[in-house]
């Protein structure tokens, strides 16, 4: 392949169908049609001699060629987009920015809320693009330019900055008028109890087990699970209309009452609380978007009162 006859947007088109998986999104992203993008993709494949991408009912899904190529492709998309923004400035008020950012299912009920209302403030025409990944696979979405920020129980690595938001707490959630558990809201719940207790356990596919889940497993405890969800999402609802119970991070208390009329109580074991951090790619250090963003957030953080925010 000669780079001087090669036209380079056919990288972008690449890069688009391999982050959005799909022609049809992918076109309406880079605003394209979609015969067009269709026909780049087309002119992509004759020069690189593999088909790239097998359609299929859950999308365009790339080869193992396409998955290879698309690593240096979006990471030297990321180094472009960083190094053309470094010096700019940034009008948070005037900027239609798009940001993407990584967050879990906690992440998406605690801190999506009130950061939109921030980002609605400040920069009113700045979209959010929010992606729900398992936190061990921040560090190589981040790499690979698929997300700007992540937030969760993350740490960091060489190529990487992270600033701790703060320490999540576990407690034991369930409906508010539960004939055994009720009278334990705003208390301890009783160890007999929580291992009798029938539990809703988060089990995700493919994911490292929990800080939480590797404490248990120290001390020998097993739980009476007998649901497993891959979100905590559809948990409170769940809790509301059974005698279940759930372990989840005490910031979910104001916003699972108002939704569901789901109480807390303290768990009665020993554990660690988990730091939830703020985690970017060093090259997005000096970018005054990006730095925009992470202050606002930081500053949101670091006064005690977001945890009245029931969000």
């Given at each position: 392949m000669k780079l001087n006859t090669f036209d380079l947007n056919l990288l972008r088109v690449f890069d688009a169908i391999l982050q959005e998986g799909s022609v049809s999104i992918a076109a309406e992203r880079l605003g394209l049609t979609q015969s067009a993008v269709s026909n780049a993709l087309?002119?992509?494949?004759?020069?690189?001699?593999?088909?790239?991408f097998i359609r299929s009912r859950d999308g365009m899904i790339p080869t193992?060629?396409?998955?290879?190529?698309?690593?240096?492709?979006?990471?030297?998309?990321?180094?472009?987009?960083?190094?053309?923004?470094?010096?700019?400035?940034?009008?948070?008020?005037?900027?239609?920015?798009?940001?993407?950012?990584?967050?879990?299912?906690?992440?998406?009920?605690?801190?999506?809320?009130?950061?939109?209302?921030?980002?609605?403030?400040?920069?009113?025409?700045?979209?959010?693009?929010?992606?729900?990944?398992?936190?061990?696979?921040?560090?190589?979405?981040?790499?690979?330019?698929?997300?700007?920020?992540?937030?969760?129980?993350?740490?960091?690595?060489?190529?990487?900055?992270?600033?701790?938001?703060?320490?999540?707490?576990?407690?034991?959630?369930?409906r508010a008028d539960h004939p055994e558990f009720g009278k334990y809201a705003g208390g301890t719940l009783p160890m007999e109890s929580y291992l009798q207790a029938a539990h809703v356990a988060l089990e995700r596919k493919k994911s490292q087990p929990t800080l939480f889940e590797i404490q248990l497993q120290r001390q020998a405890i097993r739980r009476n699970s007998l649901l497993?969800?891959?979100?905590?999402?559809?948990?409170p609802h769940i809790l509301s209309r059974t005698n279940y119970i759930a372990t989840a991070p005490l910031e979910l208390r104001a916003i699972w009452f108002a939704q569901s009329r789901v109480e807390f109580a303290a768990l009665p074991i020993e554990t660690e609380p988990q730091p939830v951090s703020l985690i970017w790619h060093n090259r997005q250090d000096s970018d005054p978007g990006h730095l925009w963003l992470r202050e606002l957030i930081i500053s949101y953080y670091k006064h005690p009162a977001w945890r009245l925010d029931p969000g």
């Amino acid at each position: 392949m000669k780079l001087n006859t090669f036209d380079l947007n056919l990288l972008r088109v690449f890069d688009a169908i391999l982050q959005e998986g799909s022609v049809s999104i992918a076109a309406e992203r880079l605003g394209l049609t979609q015969s067009a993008v269709s026909n780049a993709l087309s002119r992509l494949r004759q020069h690189t001699g593999d088909p790239l991408f097998i359609r299929s009912r859950d999308g365009m899904i790339p080869t193992a060629y396409a998955q290879r190529m698309g690593k240096s492709v979006t990471e030297a998309f990321a180094m472009i987009r960083a190094g053309l923004s470094g010096g700019a400035n940034f009008e948070p008020a005037q900027s239609t920015r798009e940001f993407r950012i990584l967050l879990s299912d906690v992440g998406e009920q605690v801190i999506l809320p009130p950061l939109i209302e921030l980002v609605a403030r400040g920069g009113p025409a700045i979209r959010l693009k929010i992606d729900t990944l398992a936190d061990e696979t921040y560090h190589e979405a981040l790499q690979l330019g698929f997300a700007d920020l992540g937030m969760g129980f993350v740490h960091g690595r060489a190529g990487f900055a992270v600033s701790e938001l703060f320490n999540s707490t576990n407690g034991v959630a369930f409906r508010a008028d539960h004939p055994e558990f009720g009278k334990y809201a705003g208390g301890t719940l009783p160890m007999e109890s929580y291992l009798q207790a029938a539990h809703v356990a988060l089990e995700r596919k493919k994911s490292q087990p929990t800080l939480f889940e590797i404490q248990l497993q120290r001390q020998a405890i097993r739980r009476n699970s007998l649901l497993a969800v891959p979100r905590l999402a559809a948990v409170p609802h769940i809790l509301s209309r059974t005698n279940y119970i759930a372990t989840a991070p005490l910031e979910l208390r104001a916003i699972w009452f108002a939704q569901s009329r789901v109480e807390f109580a303290a768990l009665p074991i020993e554990t660690e609380p988990q730091p939830v951090s703020l985690i970017w790619h060093n090259r997005q250090d000096s970018d005054p978007g990006h730095l925009w963003l992470r202050e606002l957030i930081i500053s949101y953080y670091k006064h005690p009162a977001w945890r009245l925010d029931p969000g």
